[in-house]
C-alpha cells in the first residue's frame, strides 16, 4: 500500500530535535555504521555494494535484476545516492534492506522517530548490540547468541527466495515499508532474496562497530549498549561498556578503523558468496552462513569491568553522546530571530497540523510585536508641529487603488518541509479597492536532501487566484489574503503515481505584505504559504504539501 506517512504523537518535540540535531550536524542515534542521509555517510551502502559487487564478478546467481516502469520510479526516487552498478532492482533491494535495520520505514532525517527505532530494547539483536537484559557476566555472549540468530533467521528467509537453480527469483516478493525522497513513506514488494539479506548483512557489519574485537579483529571479546545508555541508566559493571559513537565512522581515519571496514567488507561478501553459490543446496548454504559467522563472529572469554575489558584500545573512541550548545542574546532583535527562525522550523516539520498552527502563530506573533509594530509607530515630531501638522501624505491616493485595472504578476516561491521551488506568472484584474482576481501558470520543480537525484521537475499547476487586500492608506504597507484553487499535473513518474497523473492544487497565503512602489508597481511578500498540489486522486492519491515564502511583483496598466 502507498501513503503519506504516519504522523508521530509529538510533532513539536520532532521538530525541535530535527532543528538541534542538525545545528550539531551529528546523528543522536545509534545507527552503528551509519546509513546515508543529510547528516551522516553511507557506511552500509557502501560495505554492501562492494560486497555485492565482489560477488557478482564471481557467480552468475548475482546477476542484476531488471525492473519494470513503476519499479524503475521506486530506483530513481530512493533516499541516498546509488552507484551506477547498483541501479538494478536486486542491488537496490538489498541497500534498502540494510537501511531497514535503522531506518523502519521512517525518514531517515527524523532524528526523533529513529530514536524510538534504535532504543527499542527487542531491536537491538538487528545490530549486534546488548538488550536490557543482556547483563554480565554473560551479557557479550548472550547479546552475540541473539545476533547470530537474528542473521541465520534472515538468511534462511532469504534462501527461500532462491528459485530452483538457486538464483535470486524475481517474482517472489516480499512487503518493505520504505520512505522515499519525493513520493515518502510506501510499501513495496520487493525481491525477497535480495532484501532479506540486506538486514542479515546489516547486523554482520554492525558487529565490527558494535563490539570490542581481538588484535586480529576476527573473535569478539565485549558487546556495546546502546539502550541502557540512552535511557540513562547504563551501569558498565552490569550492562557492559556503552556505544562508542567514533567507530561508526567507515572514513578509515586510523588503522583500526580501517582494518575494521575492510572486514566487514570481507565478511559481507563471504555470507552473500556462500548463500548464491550454485554448486550448494539449501541446507548446505546455511551451513556455509554459519561457518562464516564461525569465522567473523566467535565469541572469546576474558574480558570484564573487572580487568577494564582488556585494556580494549576501542575505548579511546568514546560513547558517540550528542551534546550541543545554544546560546541566546538578551536583545530584543536576537530574540524575534530566534522565534521567528524556531517557528521556521517547527513548521516545516511539525507533522501535527496543531503544532503547525502553533508554530505559525508564533510566527505571526513575533511579526507583529517588531515589523509590524515599527512599521505602524507614529512618526516623531517636535513640540511646534504638534498643532495644525497635516496627515501623511498616502503612497497611493484612495481613488487609485478604487479603480478598475488589469495587470500582470511575476512570483517565486521556496519550501523546506517537502523540498521545492515555484515559478508563477500570471494576469490580475483589481476589481476594487479590496479585490483582485487572477489567473496563474506554475511550475514547482521538487528536491530532496537525500534523494539519489537531488532536483526533479515536480509538477505544473494551473490556477485562479483571489486576493482580499485590507488596505492600510496612511502607510507604505497594506496586508493581504491570498487563495488558489486549480489543477497539478506531475511531470516525472513516481513510484505508483505515473508522469501525467493530474489532480487538484489548492493554496492559501492568509497573512501576506504589499508594498505599493508607485500606483503601478507593488512587492508582495507571503510568507506563510500553503500550498498543496494534489497530482494523482485516483487508487492511493498522491500529495506534496509545502509550506511555502513567495516574493512576487504585481505592475498595473491604467
Known sequence: MLGRPARPPFALFSAA????????????????????????????????AEALRQVRLELPTAAPLGADENERA?????????????????ATSMLLGVRDNDLKGRQSNDISELALVHGNPNLQREHCLR???????????????????????????ALDGLDDAGAPDPANRTSLSVYLALRHRVDAPLPTFFLRMGQALHAVEDSF?????????????????????????????????????ELDHCDDADDLRQQRRLLATDAATALLRATLDPALGRAQKMDAASAVLDQYLTYAPGCSF??????????????????????????????????????????????????????????????????????????????????GAPPPVPPVPPAVRERLAWGGYFGASGSVNDGGMAAAVG?????????????DAEWNPWFAVNGNTRARAGAFNGYATAILRIPLFYEHF????????????????????????????????????????????????????YALPVPQLHGVPFAYPQYRATLGIEVYGG
Open 17 to 48: 530535535a530535527s532543528f538541534f540535531a542538525w545545528s550539531a550536524a551529528h546523528p543522536g542515534t545509534a545507527s552503528a555504521y551509519t546509513v546515508a542521509s543529510a547528516i551522516s555517510p553511507g557506511c552500509h551502502e557502501r560495505i554492501t
Open 74 to 90: 521506486l530506483i530513481d526516487d530512493v533516499e541516498f545516492p546509488l552507484p551506477d552498478d547498483m541501479r538494478d532492482l536486486g
Open 131 to 157: 538488550s536490557s537484559d543482556d547483563d554480565e557476566p554473560d551479557g557479550s555472549q548472550a547479546a552475540l547468541t541473539h545476533c547470530r540468530e537474528f542473521i541465520l533467521e534472515r538468511v534462511g528467509q
Open 209 to 245: 562497530t558494535h563490539t570490542y574485537r581481538s588484535t586480529d579483529g576476527m573473535q569478539i571479546e565485549v558487546v556495546l549498549n546502546w539502550v541502557d545508555g540512552v535511557n540513562g541508566g547504563l551501569m558498565p559493571a552490569q550492562d557492559g561498556p556503552a556505544h562508542a559513537g
Open 306 to 387: 573487572d580487568n577494564d575489558w582488556c585494556s580494549a584500545p576501542e575505548r579511546k573512541y568514546g560513547d558517540g553522546a550528542l551534546s550541543c550548545q545554544v546560546s541566546e542574546s538578551s536583545s530584543s532583535p536576537g530574540r524575534a530571530a530566534t522565534a521567528v527562525g524556531f517557528a521556521l522550523v517547527v513548521a516545516a516539520f511539525a507533522r501535527r497540523r496543531r503544532a503547525r498552527v502553533a508554530a505559525i502563530a508564533v510566527l505571526v506573533t513575533t511579526l507583529a510585536n517588531s515589523g509590524f509594530a515599527a512599521a505602524q509607530a507614529p512618526p516623531a515630531v517636535g513640540a511646534g508641529d504638534l498643532a
Open 427 to 439: 494576469a490580475r484584474l483589481r476589481a476594487s479597492e479590496h479585490w483582485t482576481f487572477g489567473l
Open 478 to 529: 497594506d496586508l493581504r489574503t491570498t487563495a488558489n484553487l486549480g489543477t497539478s499535473t506531475l511531470l516525472i513518474d513516481l513510484y505508483g503515481a505515473p508522469k501525467g497523473s493530474t489532480g487538484v492544487f489548492v493554496a492559501l497565503s492568509p497573512l501576506g505584505i504589499e508594498w505599493a512602489v508607485s500606483s503601478h508597481l507593488f512587492i508582495i511578500l507571503d510568507p506563510l504559504g
